[in-house]
């Protein structure tokens, strides 16, 4: 229940401001917590909307500051999230607008907004680039199929592997020899794919974006960047109000 905590802070609160009355020589008189209490929770009871706008305000103070956090990690390491030699992407690379995408190949939601993101370029009509960064928080195969489609981009396969493997219907379909078969029906050449995976650039490469979401302090997938904005979860419409917010400058 909010009530409780909502009483006691309004009573220390009130404790902390009542002032000490005093007439003529007399000692001060200060008002004694349990009165205060019984005056406040008398209040709240005559006027309940106290609560529900109490616990607006604390709402919105708590997103303002999670947003204020989140651009200054963004301001920290703006670098990495945008700027990237290695990083894939869709949309011309000089698009005045970047959105980057954090992802993991189990992500229901993230498989979800494929299409969403895939049309991003063309929907603005080519002003919009979007970065692609693996995040497989999953772990386990979720880690594999990031390193498969890091090591298909070896030959200029990333865009398509990433599109076969979030087109898998269900997670159980995400499996060794199943990252194999796509990587072949996409035309990479899976030897050299499987070489690539164990190399030690590609694993950094891929431990540097997990790092990356660390220090941004992403907790889940999909997450959307966009200049100093963040959109955690598959928020479609935050990521159109971002992307105008950018493109109006």
């Known amino acids: ?5 909502l009483l006691a802070t309004a009573t220390v609160a009130m404790v902390a401001m009542t002032p000490a009355c005093a007439e003529g020589n007399k000692a001060p008189v200060t008002m004694e917590r349990a009165e205060l ?3 406040i929770h008398e209040y709240i009871v005559t ?3 106290v609560i529900e706008e109490a616990i607006i305000a604390l709402n919105a103070r708590d997103r303002a500051n999670a947003a204020k956090a989140a651009q200054e990690a963004i301001s920290q390491n703006k670098d990495q999230l945008y700027s990237l030699d290695t990083d894939h992407f869709i949309g011309p690379a000089d698009a005045p607008v970047t959105v980057v995408e954090f992802f993991d190949y189990r992500c229901g939601y993230c498989k979800r907004s494929m299409p969403f993101v895939q049309e991003l370029p063309e929907k603005y009509d080519n002003k919009v680039r ?3 960064k693996e995040y497989p928080i999953f772990g386990g195969i979720s880690e594999t199929a990031a390193l498969a489609a890091l090591a298909a981009g ?3 396969k990333y865009y398509d592997m990433h599109v076969a493997l979030m087109n898998l219907k269900s997670n159980d379909e995400l499996t060794e020899k199943k990252i194999d078969e ?4 996409v035309g990479v050449d899976v030897r050299k794919m499987r070489a690539d995976m164990q190399s030690v650039a590609l694993k950094k490469q891929l431990d540097d974006m997990q790092r990356l979401g660390h220090a941004l ?3 889940g997938t999909p997450g959307f960047y966009i200049g100093d904005t963040a959109i955690e979860g598959a928020d479609e419409q935050g990521v159109r109000n971002a ?3 950018e493109l109006e400058g």
């Open 47 to 49: 006027h309940p909307e």
């Open 130 to 132: 979007v970065v692609f």
């Open 37 to 39: 209490e019984t005056i």
């Open 154 to 156: 070896k030959q200029d």
């Open 1 to 5: 229940m909010m009530i409780r905590p």
């Open 217 to 219: 302090n992403l907790s």
């Open 243 to 245: 992307i105008k917010k």
């Open 182 to 185: 796509l990587a072949e029906e």
